[in-house]
């Protein structure tokens, strides 16, 4: 298996811009997450899926953020509009179950930068 | 959720033996214990997951004492490899996952 695939790699875009991020996760894992990693914050969770299903969404930051999972080999990260403080490495992450001692495999993130 | 604390940092020399420990005393019955590492531009990495007591595996050790209050990842005769940020985890094998990561201990090995 290939792992959790993010794309793009990095994203430089303007502020005002949308972005989408999007992840291909480990195939027959049931569970998805979004990270967050700054220097100030670290990794923060963003929100996470359960069989497709946004389970908590509580991390998100603000409307401007949003997730959908349409299948279970497929999600995006949308942010509309960007800001520049929306600069960080975005992590997916996905697991085979439900649980919460479930082992997390990880992308190599998306490096977006809004100027 | 139980919360976790560990050191910000830490520097051991190659070869050396390093034992970085992370508090939970909040801890519950439920809760299993897990420790990840992440090196610069890359997403984190399993390393080793515990109950109680010992587990060892090709890469680590984790020493859980009987109160599960804290736990030991031990790493043997690092090598420069090595650096790399250390995060603990709790989870709770009955619930849904939240995993949440803390700041993690910056490991240093110096040559």
């Known amino acids: 298996d290939a792992g959790v695939i993010q794309s793009p790699r990095h994203e430089v875009t303007e502020m005002g811009q949308e972005v989408t991020l999007r992840c291909k996760p480990i195939?027959?894992?049931?569970?998805l997450f979004w990270y967050r990693q700054t220097m100030m914050r670290g990794l923060e969770l963003l929100i996470y899926?359960?069989?497709?299903?946004?389970?908590?969404d509580s991390g998100m930051p603000e409307d401007r953020f949003s997730a959908k999972m349409p299948n279970a080999s497929f999600s995006t990260l949308k942010i509309q509009p960007s800001e520049p403080r929306d600069s960080a490495v975005y992590f997916c992450?996905?697991?085979?179950?439900?649980?919460?001692?479930?082992?997390?495999?990880f992308g190599s993130g998306t490096q977006l930068s809004v100027l | 959720l139980a919360k976790t604390t560990q050191p910000i940092s830490m520097d051991s020399y190659e070869g050396q033996e390093v034992n970085i420990t992370c508090s939970h005393n909040n801890i519950a019955t439920n809760d299993y214990i897990t420790w990840y590492q992440q090196f610069p531009s890359q997403g984190p990495r399993f390393i080793i997951q515990g109950y109680k007591t010992k587990v060892t595996n090709e890469v680590a050790s984790l020493f859980i004492p009987a109160d599960r209050k804290s736990s030991t990842l031990s790493l043997p005769r690092v090598s420069l490899s090595d650096t790399a940020v250390y995060y603990c985890?709790?989870?709770?094998?009955?619930?849904?996952?939240?995993?949440?990561f803390g700041t993690g201990t910056k490991l240093q090995v110096i040559p």
């Open positions: 992450a996905s697991s085979p179950g439900t649980r919460g001692n479930e082992k997390l495999f």
């Open positions: 195939s027959g894992h049931n569970s």
């Open positions: 899926f359960n069989n497709n299903v946004p389970i908590d």
């Open positions: 985890l709790v989870g709770d094998i009955a619930g849904y996952q939240k995993v949440t």
